[in-house]
C-alpha cells in the first residue's frame, strides 16, 4: 500500500505561481512514473504532466511553458511548479503513482484557484 499526502494549493491571482507537492510513504516511488491530474467543475480529470523513474517529462499542451514537474528520488516526493496561472486552470489537482499493473495510487486532491 501506497499513500500519497499532497501539499501545497490555494488561490491566486491571475499571472501568479504556486508549487503544489506530493510525497510517498513507500519507496516505489524511485521506479514509479508520477504524474498530476486535475478536475476542473462539471469537467472530467485530465493528464497535466508526467514524470518517468529516468526523468523524462510530458505535459499537456495548455500548460507547456507554464508548468514544470520534477522529482526527488531522496524525498519521495514530485512537484508541479505552477507560473503564469490562468482562470482556466483552476481545478483540483491530484499526483498519481504509477507502477504497473495494480499498482496506482492517488493523492487526496488540492484545490488551485486561479481569480481576480
Known amino acids: 500500500q501506497v499513500q500519497l499526502v499532497q501539499s501545497g494549493g490555494g488561490s491566486v491571482q491571475p499571472g501568479g505561481s504556486l508549487k503544489l507537492s506530493c510525497t510517498a510513504s513507500?519507496?516505489?516511488?524511485?521506479?514509479?512514473?508520477m504524474g498530476w491530474y486535475r478536475q476542473a467543475p462539471g469537467k472530467q480529470r485530465e493528464l497535466v504532466a508526467t514524470?518517468?523513474?529516468?526523468?523524462?517529462?510530458d505535459y499537456t499542451d495548455s500548460v507547456k511553458g507554464r508548468f514544470t514537474i520534477s522529482r526527488d528520488n531522496v524525498k519521495n516526493t514530485v512537484y508541479l511548479q505552477m507560473s503564469s496561472l490562468k482562470p482556466e486552470d483552476t481545478a483540483v489537482y491530484y499526483c498519481?503513482?504509477?507502477?504497473?499493473?495494480?499498482?496506482?495510487?492517488w493523492g487526496q486532491g488540492t484545490q488551485v484557484t486561479v481569480s481576480s
Open positions: 513507500n519507496n516505489i516511488f524511485r521506479i514509479a512514473t
Open positions: 498519481n503513482l504509477d507502477a504497473g499493473t495494480r499498482v496506482n495510487y
Open positions: 514524470i518517468s523513474r529516468g526523468f523524462s517529462t
